[in-house]
């Protein structure tokens, strides 16, 4: 996959970092889930909540560019304050899973053979995962 380099242009940038930033946050909120699925605990800095030093640590960034970015997120209602950390709203959360869905399309897919050009799986990462749990369970019975 090649990289998308950062754009010189604010406006861009701002909708860059917003796309970058709701992209990890989703990610690490769905990390979480499937780390204490398996072994029912709690994971440490994973979570609904991230501080900007975690945020910031995925996206290579300074703490500078980081908080202000979250700051903008926050004023345009894409992510909650809670303490010191930063949660996706509702609005935050849909617009993250729509972006990380579009960043990793070719790789969430199913591979070639595994379901039709019509099926579900091609247009939402939670229909592949629905797809893919249907499989393995399939092949479980066999």
Known sequence: ????????????????????????????????????????????????????????????????????????????????VVGDGFRLSATGLKEGADEFSASFSDLTQPAHGDCSADCWCHASVEEAEACAAERAQHAHQH
């Open 1 to 80: 996959m090649e990289q998308l380099h950062v754009p010189k242009s604010e406006s861009l940038r701002a909708l860059y970092w917003r796309s970058e930033i709701l992209q990890v946050m989703y990610w690490l909120r769905g990390e979480a889930e499937s780390v204490q699925e398996e072994s029912g605990g709690r994971v440490a800095d994973f979570g609904d909540v991230v501080t900007a030093d975690l945020i910031e640590r995925f996206l290579g960034v300074d703490a500078g560019i980081g908080i202000t970015y979250l700051q903008r997120l926050v004023d345009d209602g894409y992510l909650e």
